[in-house]
């Protein structure tokens, strides 16, 4: 076959693949927020609005239980999984521990990684019963934190690994001590560190399968860190299986406020992180 | 002429224990006059930043790198010492072959060692240290409407400028620069050279360098290693007016080193010598 003719077939193939992953993906957006931005426009109050007694049912009330519920339990889930990352990377980077050690805490980081959240989600119900606690705020944290851990470590890892040697260096040269080359080294490293936090965030905030065992899919507003508590994405499982046409409705108005946080986390993660890329050495230059 | 001794190795070697052990440095005495450049010359391998590295424990913050014999700051050891390392790094600075920000603004980069030891009484005396360390290096001017930018944003060698400024500003006694020229454009590696040229008679400087040009320019000092071994280290003129070894002569006359001994062909000199180089002629001074 002529090489220009196989070029050709080439970029009709990556121009065909490109054109399919972005139509569906365009597709799933774009149906959600029209259909949820109706579902919205129509009555924007069910965002703020506590659930009624009989909401599954008859679509009374709105969903702030849930939206609080996904505040409460990915925020502070995000901030104890951050520094556990964080440290960790930085343990994993250091002198602190040998090359060989940190290549099989990352294998293991991969394999938690790639574990099913639905894993995590029995793995804390196992623990809920032996200590013989029930469903609460509090073990959705539990779940979702371990959930995001391997991700922001290997994130954070990576961003680490690739902040130059020259910078810790520098900074030891300086005379600084342990603590303070790795707070330097984090900040050469802040826009990847950042984007991990954020995808962290991003995953957790998403997942229903951590917390459909462990914070106890309540239908009513959350009432404290041993109550049970639900969260947007098992709610929208929940909406859609109804037998009430607005409540299906409201499903989709659901997943338009998940899918705008996410976009807007994304956002705010790309405008953090070129922030801060004008100070990574040779971010902008090189 | 007699002078202060500054830094000086006594039997230093550094083996790197990965996954083969390679013998980095073998046995090194060498030493680094006080307000003098001492540059270190020898070709790619030959240990030059290994040995510049163990001149300020820096070697401390790797795995797989065993250190034995001895570095004296002042004839004291810096080694068998009693003092935290980043004490020591702080009297015997680095700056690193690649020119590297800290991910700090400029103001800041100068101002970090400082602050991370303390040495200041207020805000306006932090400010005048970081203007007159920006002088020492002949970067104020460039920089002095800009100092809260991120530095980052400088060319490559106003970079290396601003690191001889940052590594000057917490007050070492021993100033230890890795090819600092190498990465730079030629105007730029000349800058720096001009800056180093007059900082040398108020700081001890040592210097890895791979320009046999560059350093008889700039040195006070040569120092000249070979497969991690000292071969020679006489005052820059008698180094290369008057090599004491064979090698050196070599060297300096730019051929490749023969791997063996005794292999150097096209010498005619009668008074070549083929003894192995561990046993250095003493210098003529």
Known sequence: MDRYVKQRLFGVLVRAATALVVGVMLLVVGVTIVRGGAALLGDPSIVFTPPGSRYMLEGDGGFLHAVLGSIFIVGPATVVSMVLAIST??????????????????????VLWATPPIVYGVF??????????????????????????????????????????????????????????????????????????????????????????????????????????????????????????????????????????????????????????????????? | MSQQIALRTDDLAVTYTGNRNVEALKGVDVEFPENRLTAIIGPSGCG????????NRLHDIQSNVDVSGDVLLE?????????????????????????????????????????????????????????????KVNLWEEVRDRLETPAA???????????????????????????????????????????????????TIVMVTHSMDQARRLADEVVFLYLGELVESNDTRSFFENPQRERTRSFVRGHTIAETDGDETNENDAEAESEPADEPVPAER
């Open chain 2, 75 to 135: 004839g004291r050891s810096i080694y068998d010492t009693d003092e935290p390392a980043p004490e020591i790094r702080r009297r015997i600075g680095y700056v690193p072959q690649t020119p590297t920000p800290l991910p700090l603004s400029i103001y800041e980069n100068v101002a970090y060692g400082v602050k991370i030891h303390g040495d200041y009484e207020s805000k306006s005396d932090l400010d005048d240290l970081v203007e007159s360390y920006l002088r």
């Open chain 1, 89 to 110: 990377a930085i343990y994993l980077q250091s002198d602190y521990s040998s090359e060989r050690f940190s290549d099989t805490v990352n294998m293991f980081l991969n």
């Open chain 2, 48 to 55: 030059k930043s290994t040995l510049l590295k163990s001149l």
């Open chain 1, 124 to 286: 804390v119900l196992t623990v809920i019963i032996a200590v013989g606690a029930r469903t609460s705020l509090f073990f959705g944290i539990v779940a979702i934190a371990i959930f995001q851990y391997p991700i922001m470590t290997r994130y954070t890892d990576e961003a680490l690994r690739s902040a130059p040697e020259t910078v810790t260096e520098s900074a030891y040269g300086l005379g600084a001590t342990r603590f303070e080359t790795a707070r330097m080294t984090v900040r050469a490293a802040l826009p990847g560190v950042i984007a991990g936090i954020i995808m962290g965030f991003a995953r957790g905030i998403g997942d229903a399968a951590t917390v459909l065992f462990t914070a106890g899919r309540s239908t009513q507003m959350p009432a404290g860190l041993f109550e049970p508590a639900t969260t947007l994405p098992i709610l929208i499982f929940d909406q859609s299986t109804s037998f009430n046409a607005e409540v299906r409705s409201h499903a989709y108005a659901a997943s338009f406020v998940l899918i705008v946080a996410v976009l807007a986390l994304i956002f705010l993660s790309k405008l953090l992180a070129g922030r801060f890329a004008r100070y990574a050495p040779g971010g902008r230059h090189s």
């Open chain 2, 153 to 203: 944003e400088l060319s490559t060698g106003q970079i290396q400028r601003l690191c001889l400024a940052r590594s000057l500003a917490v007050e070492p006694d021993v100033l230890l620069c890795d090819e600092v020229t190498s990465a730079l454009d030629p105007i730029s590696a000349e800058r720096v050279e001009e800056t180093l040229e007059s900082l040398k008679t108020e700081y």
